[in-house]
């Protein structure tokens, strides 16, 4: 309560200064008058009263001041004066004033850009009523070493009512899906869920309303509730579109509600978000009869009750898959070892980006850094230079302490400036940064600067003023005050316990920009390495274009049932494709290299359980691949290696045997020791298919990514295993953007109703595939050229400043008949030591962190030997030019003249 | 900002308290009610007393208003307020117990050690 008071007076001081202070002064007028009105009364003359008067009440400003520093305001006055003359330095230094406002405006900047993004995506919670309860389901197997299984509907059943665990779980279904009735063709992302997919998220609906259990069908649901921007693009924002019926793949659904603008599916989408919102009851056509065996669920998101932790709710759905298991032993072989896993919905969506994003982070945190050991450099050479006005105000009286506050103001004032700068740069140029990071890294679109933001940035701010200040701020208070008068009056300011600092700044310095460069070094011969890779095929004169057929709910609404109804459109396709002037060859495949095109993928990889003829089926080995269904011209298009056997013809069609090409990663994992020509193999667990025979092996192709090995593949002919995801491959020298108008004229005079997508070349798609490691390898290596260059102005700075403050010990030794090499040797040395120790403190601190970067690396072991030669080699070379430069100047002293100066 | 209370302006903060807790006084009525309680016997340098007035009054002990003065000028009138006469209170006891302890401690002859 004490303090309450104090505090309230502090504020009436601080509002009423000025009041206050004249109502002070009045009071002590009053006091003297007073007195001396007492002294005339006992005899004395007006004017000795007043004298006296005044000699018995003392110094009259120091008693104010008194006054001041009871009520706590003197600080508050000091801060005024020690800004106004901070302001005043700045002012009459502007060349250090920029550069240090420049760096630090650059440095705040790039780290709280960066930071918003990390905020927005890691950091900030789904915005989802109390997202943190919501999970990930996944199935797994260990024993066949696999995650994320398929599901059946007992098994959906068992985690609602028998775990305990849940208050909802909905399935998801995710994908393409064409929307018509629009002024062109649309391809547009999907999701299925379950009735309470909405409820269980907490959306509430800007027009119309959501699913509920009311809507419950058996199949799907003839209502479909669409995105704010579907609503917008497709709907010019109509108040009246709930009633509406819209096709999507040819079903007709009567709209029933838009969502809230900023809504998003928590899921990976292929391309975009998704627009269009149905709910399926599971248990009706199109969907098999409920059996646990038939897993054909594919993704499944969980509330948890409210009061469980993740680790109650794991253990409980672990107890769980162990009693399935038993209850149910011809369901879950137990080689299989089946069983349930959660995870925090917000990992899975963005734990795939975080090393990223905090590599990036550590990058900008290492630059400020550094950039704020430049300006402690700085300043402390400045504080060199100011001992003896230091020096002269301790003589006078100042504390210590008094005078390590006023440097302080003056540091924390400059990065103040600095910070606010770099939150201008950062406001000013986010969006643009926001361009260059890769569409993949999710929830992008919640990236702004709010408070959070704001405040990392004024702590950043506060923080480097406190590392650049700190130092000279302390060096100051140290003056010795006889010797810096002397130092001081002679004109030299490099003493030993300066140097020191200096050159332990230096160090450090030099230490933080060795570890960006190890970063990027690392980062860049990744990608190096990538560029190089060989994918297996030609890139080069390839422009590819997607479509999508589209799964109507009900099948006779499908123009392209079954094997011989997509053979037709196959044909007809390539026939077109071909027709066009300039293409040289066509060919389709279900899946394009690198595009990871398939939403119900696992780390980008959409593999498949299949048997092999001649092995038995309790065999433990995990048999699965990725299948991709090709035309037979498709390993010629992209002009990839057949290595043994046949390719594919146009005989290979349905009716007759069917065949599969095999790459080589399929046939060493699977027919290590064998001839897998002539093998069979059957995808999927039905005994009823036929079986399909091995005809070809190609080497490998990088389907799935540049930076992704050893996934087996199993190549079938389209006529015989098709697929409703389409993209064609052309080989022709005609750019993308040319034939993009032809081949949507092609396709939709076959059916008006395709959606045509993403046509571009393969080199771009190849590029694309790279695009967020090239953003965090191109990042990192400007920031470590920034560091190297910062670390050389630095070395540079801290040499030239010694040469001038020594030059007349220089011109004594020469004038005494040192050499110029010795005076050369003598700042060489001193350059060449500082960059010794700076770079083998920088190599142990990066060998001991490189492996934190190991997730972001492909071909490179994070001790690459080859980048941790060829830094500390390179930063050395920079340093020693960087020294050498002064040195010789050194040299070039004339003894004569700096004598004579001095 | 010196923070150590040395025993004098512990003593004046003390006196001026207990000067206030008779009636409101302005600064220098406050000089003149210590010296005459005193006796005369106290040796007060007057500028120091504000620092005390405005610090008590930072705490909360004292309150100000302006007012009239005997001469009819405007002067500022310090009174006591309610938790300076908890203060007070409790300054006096505590001075009182140290003054009775060192005064023991000071009669105390060669015999009684």
């Known amino acids: 309560m004490n303090l309450l008071a104090r505090f309230r007076s502090w504020l009436k001081w601080i509002a009423n200064r000025q009041k206050l202070e004249s109502e002070m002064e009045t009071e002590v007028r009053f006091h003297l008058e007073s007195y001396a009105a007492d002294l005339v009364r006992k005899g004395l003359s007006q004017q000795e009263a007043m004298r006296q008067a005044r000699i018995e009440f003392g110094g009259i400003e120091t008693h104010k001041d008194d006054v001041r520093a009871s009520v706590g305001i003197r600080w508050w006055g000091e801060l005024g004066s020690d800004l106004h003359y901070g302001v005043r330095l700045l002012r009459k230094n502007p060349g250090f004033t920029a550069v240090a406002i420049l760096t630090l405006a650059l440095g705040v900047g790039a780290n709280t850009a960066i930071f918003s993004i990390v905020n927005a995506v890691l950091l900030r919670p789904l915005p989802f009523r109390d997202a943190d309860r919501l999970v990930r389901i996944y199935f797994n197997e260990p024993g066949a070493g696999l995650r994320a299984v398929r599901f059946s509907k007992p098994e959906l059943d068992d985690l609602q009512t028998r775990a305990g665990v849940f208050e909802d779980v909905t399935p998801i279904f995710e994908g393409s899906e064409n929307l018509t009735g629009t002024k062109q063709p649309e391809r547009v992302e999907g999701v299925n869920g379950s009735f309470s997919y909405f409820s269980m998220l907490g959306v509430i609906p800007q027009i119309g309303r959501l699913f509920g259990p009311q809507d419950f069908a058996p199949g799907f649901a003839p209502e479909a509730v669409i995105s704010d921007g579907l609503w917008r693009r497709g709907y010019g924002a109509d108040p009246n579109v709930v009633g509406r019926t819209i096709r999507i793949d040819g079903d007709p659904l009567t709209i029933i509600g838009v969502l809230p603008r900023g809504f998003r599916h928590p899921g990976p989408t292929v391309s975009g978000d998704a627009d269009v919102f149905g709910a399926a009851g599971l248990s009706g056509d199109p969907f098999p009869p409920p059996m646990r065996g038939t897993r054909i669920l594919i993704n499944g998101i969980g509330r948890l009750k409210p009061g469980l932790t993740l680790a109650q709710a794991q253990a409980r759905l672990t107890a769980m898959a162990a009693e399935l298991r038993h209850d149910f032993p011809t369901d879950y072989p137990p080689q299989a070892q089946w069983t349930i896993e959660i995870q925090p919905l917000q990992e899975t969506l963005v734990g795939n980006v975080r090393p990223m994003l905090l590599v990036l982070l550590g990058a900008v945190t290492l630059i400020v850094f550094i950039v704020s050991l430049n300006i402690a450099n700085l300043l402390l050479a400045r504080a060199s230079g100011r001992q003896q006005e230091m020096a002269v105000r301790l003589a006078l009286g100042a504390s210590r302490g008094r005078m390590v506050r006023q440097m302080l103001t003056e540091s924390m004032l400059l990065s103040l400036i600095g910070g606010a700068a770099g939150i201008a740069t950062a406001v000013g140029t986010l969006g643009f940064i926001l361009r260059l990071v890769p569409a993949n890294v999710p929830r992008l679109n919640e990236v702004r600067i709010d408070w959070v933001v704001l405040a990392f940035a004024l702590l950043i701010s506060l923080l480097t003023g406190l590392v650049f200040g700190l130092a000279p701020a302390l060096h100051s208070a140290k003056v010795a005050l006889s010797s810096a008068i002397r130092e001081g009056g002679r004109g030299s300011g490099y003493s030993t316990a300066t140097g020191r600092l200096r050159d332990v700044l230096i160090v450090s310095e030099l230490a933080f920009a060795v570890i960006l460069m190890v970063g990027a070094g690392l980062l860049l011969r990744t990608m190096r390495d990538l560029l190089q890779e060989n994918p297996g095929f030609s890139p080069t004169q390839v422009v590819t274009a997607n479509t999508w057929l589209g799964v109507p709910n009900d099948p006779k609404m499908d123009p392209y049932l079954g094997i011989p109804g997509k053979a037709t459109f196959d044909r007809e396709l390539l026939r077109r494709m071909k027709a066009i002037p300039g293409v040289e060859l066509a060919a389709i495949t279900s899946s394009l290299p690198t595009t990871n095109s398939n939403p119900n993928a696992v780390d980008g990889v959409a593999i498949e359980g299949f048997a092999i003829q001649d092995r038995p089926a309790e065999s433990s080995q995990d048999l699965r691949a990725e299948r991709i269904r090709i035309s037979p011209d498709y390993f010629k298009v992209l002009q990839a290696t057949l290595l043994r056997g046949r390719s594919f013809t146009e005989g290979d069609e349905d009716g007759k045997q069917p065949v599969a090409i095999i790459d080589e990663s399929t046939a060493r994992k699977y027919w290590p020791t064998r001839d897998p020509l002539g093998r069979q193999v059957r995808f999927g667990t039905d005994p009823t298919k036929p079986w399909t025979t091995v005809v070809g092996i190609i080497k490998d192709i990088k389907s799935d990514g540049l930076d992704i090995d050893g996934v087996p593949h199993i190549f079938v002919s389209t006529y015989q295993d098709p697929s409703k995801e389409v993209s064609v491959v052309l080989r022709t020298s005609l750019p993308a953007a040319l034939l993009e108008p032809q081949i949507r004229h092609e396709i939709q005079s076959i059916d008006p109703g395709l959606p045509v997508f993403n046509v571009s070349s393969m080199n771009h798609i190849l590029d694309q595939s790279l695009a967020s490691r090239r953003f965090s390898a191109d990042l990192v290596g400007g920031f470590a050229g920034l560091a190297v260059l910062l670390a050389a102005i630095g070395i540079y700075g801290l040499l030239a400043y010694m040469v001038s403050q020594r030059s007349r010990e220089i011109s004594i030794r020469m004038a005494l008949g040192a050499g110029r090499d010795v005076v050369l040797k003598l700042f060489l040395q001193k350059g060449i030591v500082l960059a010794g120790l700076g770079i083998v403190a920088g190599m142990v601190v990066s060998a001991s962190t490189a492996s934190l970067m190991g997730s972001l690396l492909y071909g490179v072991r994070p001790h690459d030997p080859a980048v941790f030669v060829i830094v500390p080699a390179l930063l050395f070379a920079v340093a020693v030019l960087a020294s050498y430069l002064p040195a010789r100047r050194a040299t070039k002293v004339d003894p004569m003249i700096a004598l004579r100066e001095a | ?113």
């Open chain 2, 1 to 113: 900002m010196g923070k150590q209370i040395d025993l004098l302006q512990g003593t004046l903060d003390m006196l001026i308290l207990k000067a206030v807790s008779l009636g409101p006084l302005h600064g220098y009525g406050v000089l003149l009610r210590i010296q005459q309680i005193s006796g005369e016997q106290l040796e007060i340098q007057q500028g120091s007393l504000y620092p005390a007035l405005y610090r008590l009054e930072h705490q909360g002990w004292i309150a100000s208003e302006w007012g009239e003065s005997d001469n009819n000028r405007k002067a500022k009138f310090y009174s006591l307020t309610a938790a300076g006469r908890r203060q007070l209170h409790s300054e006096t006891e505590k001075w009182n117990r140290m003054a009775s302890l060192i005064a023991s401690i000071l009669r105390t002859t060669s015999e009684q050690v």
